[in-house]
């Protein structure tokens, strides 16, 4: 695999200006060039790019298609060529049907992505203070991705019990031929409200792309997985098998607005008519220097809690982050 040092790109823009630098990345729409020129990266939205230049190798996304990693170019305006790597045919597609574009080099620091939200509450009476955390990091090789992410929510009065709210995943996906896609998963989940000590839900499956742009991501996911439910106090713990369906949706043509939101169904195989739903959108909007604000809302409902339990615990939280 070849590694970009000192590299040398280069646009042609709408306005007939261009611009030579190093393609960080282009990602949901917009195209990211570092200049030597300007302390701050170029963002450009995609659609005003006619050429692309370079020499380097980039993992490139087509919206149909399977992922390809080569050195690009543009063989006239408005289309962009791919060169895989090792020789093989050229294969030509016209801008807008490239929606992901990132240089992956050898060092293990330039595969990775993420981001860390924060918030925090203090209130006089009752002398509250809620503290939120939420994470994510991520790894992109040319077949497969990586990502983790956790959440928390820790939330103290004076004579009352303590709110506490966790739930994460550790997820790793596999991509195939024809948009489908291989995934294996691990989450978490903690709360007072359903008296769960911990749940662990242990899933795999297939997923296929309905819809990739430069405007939105769409996709279907189903599978099987494995539940595992520790509780607190004397309720006696849980295992059990479950098949599960899943969707989710990305938009992020809106302005300085992004939506994620995603929804997963577990009916059960061997524990009679229960069904879990787990349900969460996001929506961030953008600030300079890769700061943004976000408002979450994150639903858990199960139709057979335990005694004692709620049936459905949710989250509505704001916070400030930043990516990386």
């Known amino acids: 695999m070849k590694t970009a040092k000192a590299q040398q790109d280069s646009l042609i823009l709408k306005n007939n200006r261009y611009l030579v630098g190093e393609i960080k990345s282009m990602d949901k729409g917009v195209l990211v060039m570092k200049t030597p020129f300007s302390k701050a990266d170029f963002r450009i939205k995609f659609p005003e790019v006619l050429a692309v230049y370079s020499e380097e190798y980039f993992l490139v996304s087509p919206r149909k298609g399977d992922r390809l990693y080569g050195q690009i170019s543009s063989p006239e305006e408005g289309f962009i060529a791919v060169r895989p790597e090792g020789g093989g045919e050229e294969l030509v597609f016209p801008k807008e049907d490239i929606v992901y574009i990132k240089p992956l080099e050898d ?42 992410s956790f959440n928390k929510l820790s939330a103290v009065r004076d004579e009352t019990n303590e709110i506490s ?64 439910e520790n509780f607190t106090g004397d309720v006696p713990d849980r295992n059990s098998r479950e098949a599960w369906l899943g969707s989710e949706l990305n938009l992020f043509d809106i302005g300085d607005l992004s939506l994620l939101t995603n929804v997963f169904i577990y009916p059960s195989l061997s524990e009679r008519d229960r069904i879990r739903v787990d349900y969460r959108i996001d929506v961030a909007y953008d600030l300079p220097l ?31 982050g930043w990516s990386l």
């Open 165 to 228: 709210r966790g739930d994460g995943n550790l997820t790793s996906v596999y991509s195939l031929r024809q948009e489908w896609l291989v995934l294996v998963r691990a989450d978490f989940l903690y709360n007072t409200e359903q008296l769960l000590d911990l749940r662990n839900n242990l899933k795999a499956g297939m997923g296929k792309y309905l819809m990739r742009t430069n405007r939105m991501f769409w996709t279907v996911l189903g599978g099987i997985s494995y539940n595992i």
């Open 107 to 148: 060092s293990f620091l330039s595969r990775l992505n993420g981001g860390i939200d924060l918030g925090f509450t203090l209130t006089r009476a009752g002398n509250q203070r809620q503290f939120t955390v939420r994470s994510r990091l991520g790894y992109t090789a040319p077949r497969w991705s990586f990502d983790a």
């Open 290 to 320: 890769d700061f943004y604000i976000k408002t979450g809302f994150t639903l858990n409902y199960d139709n057979q809690p335990v005694p004692g339990s709620g049936a459905a615990d949710y989250i509505l939280q704001t916070t400030f």
